[in-house]
């Protein structure tokens, strides 16, 4: 089955700067890669997704790229702010119903 | 936004009983799961269901577990006999369509095996 990891497990970056995680994935059938906040408390958050025909992603201050050929893809942030803090989850799906998580990134922006 | 919703959000439960989680599903979804989040692990898949039926399991949900859409709003996960191991976070997801598709949780029903 799909297995997914996830670097670094924590991250501190100062306010205003980027933050990158990284995730790969072992089955090259996987096809679409969804990105997850989970804040304290809370249940994940879809923040952002890209499909296997798409190389990159963006959405205001979130980018997700895609390497199809090496198995992995990375989430940036940019321009941190202290609400970004929180732990951030990748994912794959090999089209089945099923997400198989990373272990997650436990990031914090210092102000 | 439409959310999905769980309750209770902490259960406290005695091994070997029997307990029942709650989700009302976003109300144009028809594609329902469960996860769960071992403490300081990652989240799990246990089972995905369509149109009154489990479309995907995996090993974790065996014949303890089950799932139910007993009317048309809520969607609900049933341990019958507990055991300590079965303490995690669960959480329930949905979508409108599966394969490749967002998949919306809730927030999470602690569960505490006594």
């Known amino acids: 089955g799909e297995n997914v990891e996830q670097h670094p497990s924590t991250l501190s970056v100062q306010e205003g700067d980027s933050a990158v995680i990284k995730c790969t994935y072992s089955?090259?059938?996987?096809?679409?890669f969804p990105w997850y906040k989970q804040e304290l408390g809370k249940g994940p958050q879809l923040i952002i997704d890209?499909?296997?025909?798409?190389g990159e992603k963006k959405d205001q201050r979130i980018a997700v790229t895609l390497n199809k050929t090496a198995k992995h893809f990375s989430l940036h942030i940019t321009e941190t702010q202290p609400e970004d803090s929180a732990v951030y989850f990748c994912?794959?799906?090999?089209?089945?119903?099923?997400?198989?998580f990373g272990t997650g990134t436990r990031l914090t922006i210092i102000p | 936004e439409p959310e999905v919703t769980q309750t209770p959000s902490h259960q406290v439960t005695q091994m070997g009983q029997e307990v029942i989680l709650r989700c009302v599903p976003i109300?144009?979804?028809?594609?329902f799961y469960w996860y769960r989040q071992i403490l300081g692990q990652k989240v799990e898949f246990l089972v995905s269901?369509?149109?009154?039926?489990?479309?995907?399991k995996s090993e974790i949900f065996d014949d303890q577990f089950s799932v139910e859409r007993p009317d048309g709003s809520n969607f609900t996960l049933k341990i019958r006999s507990t055991k300590l191991e079965d303490s995690a976070m669960y959480f329930c997801?949905?979508?409108?369509?599966?394969?490749?598709?967002?998949?919306?949780f809730g927030d999470g029903t602690r569960l505490s095996i006594l």
């Open positions: 997801a949905s979508s409108h369509h599966p394969y490749n598709q967002p998949q919306h």
């Open positions: 089955d090259s059938a996987s096809n679409y």
């Open positions: 890209i499909r296997s025909n798409v």
């Open positions: 994912a794959a799906s090999d089209g089945n119903e099923k997400l198989t």
């Open positions: 109300s144009n979804h028809l594609y």
């Open positions: 269901f369509y149109n009154n039926e489990i479309s995907e």
